[in-house]
């Protein structure tokens, strides 16, 4: 099984700010099979970056997501109001298709 | 519009059974795969089972291998999730999602979620 680690766990911004979170992989994610979701409280995750770096329809372009084999980068270049939410990297390159424990970007 | 729709959540004793359910709209639903995700309170994501399109293939965590079964009925647009032998720590909310690309592969990120149904397992 695939252990995700990110880091840090919460991230104290204003906005603005550039936000980098990051996702480490216990073993090599093959062929970048590496998702980025947003979650807002009560609701469902939102699908944001996939294939490491590919964004998903309508993010915009202030999101970037880098990184291969066991490192990988969410950026957030200037954050908005509406960034501030819980992150969360995935990988679905092998089952069991593994979640991490997620970032909180919060107001700072 | 594209929709994933979850019921079939509520509260049941240890050791009890539920049957979730997920019907789909706006896309061809039995070329895609489909997954569940649970959420327990306060807690992040957790990957529970994918049934892949066009295929027939089915993957489960180890925390519910043997207790929970994925199933689906193309004729029905529709996903299942019957879930037995139900612990306390199975208690979550239970998303449905889907495969943002079709075909047989189950390696696609999650593009549309439903909004979830809320199982909770207490005596």
């Known amino acids: 099984e695939i252990v995700l680690t990110q880091s840090p766990g919460t991230l104290s911004l204003s906005p603005g700010e550039r936000a980098t979170l990051s996702c480490r992989a216990s073993q090599s994610v093959s062929s970048n099979y590496l998702a980025w979701y947003q979650q807002k409280p009560g609701q469902a995750p939102s699908l944001f970056i996939y294939g490491a770096s590919t964004r998903a329809t309508g993010i915009p372009d202030r999101f970037s997501g880098s990184g291969s084999g066991t490192d990988f980068t969410l950026t957030i270049s200037r954050l908005e109001p509406e960034d501030f939410a819980v992150y969360y990297c995935q990988q679905y390159g092998s089952s069991p298709f593994t979640f991490g424990p997620g970032t909180k970007v919060d107001i700072k | 519009e594209v929709q994933l729709l979850e019921s079939g959540g509520g509260l049941v004793q240890p050791g009890g059974s539920l049957r979730l359910s997920c019907a789909a709209s706006?896309?061809?639903?039995?070329?895609?795969?489909m997954t569940w995700v649970r959420q327990g309170p306060g807690k992040g994501l957790e990957w529970v089972s994918t049934?892949?399109?066009?295929?027939?293939?089915?993957y489960y965590a180890e925390s519910v291998k043997g207790r929970f079964t994925i199933s689906r009925d193309n004729s029905k647009n529709t996903l299942y999730l019957q879930m037995n032998s139900l612990r306390a720590e199975d208690t979550a909310i239970y998303y449905c999602?889907?495969?943002w690309g079709p075909g047989t592969s189950v390696r696609y990120a999650f593009d549309i979620w439903g909004q979830g149904t809320l199982v909770t397992v207490s005596s």
């Open positions: 049934f892949s399109g066009s295929g027939g293939t089915t």
């Open positions: 999602a889907k495969a």
């Open positions: 706006g896309f061809t639903f039995s070329t895609f795969a």
